[in-house]
């Protein structure tokens, strides 16, 4: 089945812009997405109409603040076949919920304990763990790339052992596109009796994400890369292991009973959410996730997997691009590098004719060093881009190529 772009893009106000004069072409999806109008209008009738505190008034606009607030939590269990709502806590991102288990969950980590990640990750899920390492004392493993930037199984299962205590991996790489086969990583991890957390913020907008199908105990995600707002995530944990581990952040709402020289904690999900949290942002995630379900995921994968392919095809035709991650399972990711051309000069002629894409490191210094390269020009593909969009990135690179090779 093929997608309606045309009607999908009419959605999105931002999409109309110009910038210099030139339609806009937005393909930096990988870092946030736009915002359909349903998510925008969720916000400011929000705001407009029912503005209060949640979970605390005595009085009408609470409770319908509160009723909208965890709706929008029913709503995103739904999404991700959560068992429980309760299930989903609310963060402030995808790093959030990743300190949110390495600050609490991780005091549970002894010396001698192993901790594995790998080569592929954000900063958000290996500095997070490194830091949790070294508080504890345990050992940060690193599971290596192919030159393809696919993940090499083999060394993963070499890695694993009985210490292995947690086992954290992206979904998918924000700065390659490639795919980890991530219920084959965690039924591995779990042999050994690992916990699993999946780094979800550039897997869940490609179609459904399934917890309970995944198996692991943790998967993380922020609202932004799923056309919701900034500010607003969430960290999905299995009830049983959410329950049972230390909290790190304290304060309002999250306590049973407090005394001036003791306190107990409250049930979930407010256990794990300290003070006044982002309703509007909530509320505001929720829409975007009525919004996606709504779509149909097989032909969003088939549109996507179509921009790739055709964008792929015109950068191995290009001479003098190098592309960086040729993994066989990507999403609508292509990091490039133009020879003699430095990536940030790249984009900014990009820029100039109206094509917005990410250039550096890709918070993935790590990564980067192991390809041996400061960093990368990325273009990454939503569901509202187009092949004509992919035409106008490559007509901006012939002038890039023109101007600075
Ligand atoms: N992990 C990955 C793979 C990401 O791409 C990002 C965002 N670029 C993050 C974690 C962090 O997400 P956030 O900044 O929204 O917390």
């Keep these: 089945m093929s997608l309606d772009v045309a009607a999908l893009r009419a959605q999105f106000p931002i999409l109309a812009k110009t910038v ?48 909208r607030y965890e709706n929008a939590r029913t709503s995103v269990a739904g999404f991700i076949n959560a068992n429980a709502r309760e299930e989903v806590i609310w963060t402030s991102g995808t790093t959030e919920a990743i300190n949110i288990v390495a600050n609490g969950l991780g005091q549970l980590l002894r010396e001698g304990d192993q901790v594995m990640v790998t080569e592929l990750e ?59 086969p991530i219920k084959l990583l965690t039924e591995k991890a779990k042999a050994v009796g690992a916990w699993v957390l999946v780094d979800g913020a550039q897997g869940i907008a490609h179609g459904g994400v399934d917890v309970q199908d995944i198996g692991c105990d943790f998967y993380a995600f922020s609202g932004h ?65 009525d919004w996606f379900k709504n779509l149909d995921m097989a032909a969003l994968h088939n549109h996507e997997q179509a921009l790739l ?19 066989p399972n ?35 210094q790590p990564l980067m060093k192991r390809f041996g390269i400061p960093g990368t020009a990325r273009a990454s593909f939503s569901i509202y881009n187009t092949l004509e969009e992919v035409d106008s990135l490559f007509a901006a690179l012939k002038k890039a190529k023109m101007m600075l090779a």
Aim: glycine fraction near 10%; aromatic fraction near 8%; hydrophobic fraction near 40%.
């Design 330 to 364: 990507k999403v609508g990711v292509l990091s490039f590098l133009l020879d003699g051309a430095h990536p940030g000069d790249v984009g900014f002629i990009l820029d100039r004719q109206g094509v917005a894409i990410r250039t550096g490191d890709n918070c993935a």
């Design 20 to 67: 210099d004069g030139k339609p806009l072409v937005y393909l930096d999806n990988a870092a946030t997405t736009q915002k359909p109008q349903a998510v925008i209008d969720a916000i400011v009738d929000f705001y407009t109409n029912t503005n209060a505190n949640v979970h605390r008034g005595a009085h009408h606009l609470s409770d319908e603040a509160t009723r």
């Design 122 to 180: 954000h900063h958000a899920n290996l500095v997070t763990w490194q830091q949790a390492c070294r508080r504890s004392g345990a050992t940060l493993n690193i599971v290596p790339v192919f030159d393809n930037g696919e993940l090499d199984i083999d060394a993963f299962d070499r890695l694993l052992t009985p210490s292995t205590k947690m086992v954290a991996f992206p979904h998918v790489s924000n700065a390659l596109g490639t795919v980890n």
């Design 309 to 327: 392919s055709y964008a792929t095809e015109q950068a191995l035709a290009f001479e003098g691009m190098r592309l960086i991650g040729t993994a």
């Design 225 to 289: 890369k799923l056309f919701g707002p900034t500010g607003i995530g969430v960290l999905w944990g299995r009830k049983s292991v959410l329950e049972d581990w230390p909290v790190w952040q304290t304060g309002g709402e999250m306590i049973k009973d407090v005394s001036y020289h003791e306190a107990t904690w409250g049930e979930l999900p407010n256990r794990l959410e300290a003070g006044t949290p982002n309703i509007a942002g909530a509320i505001g995630l929720g829409a975007a996730v």
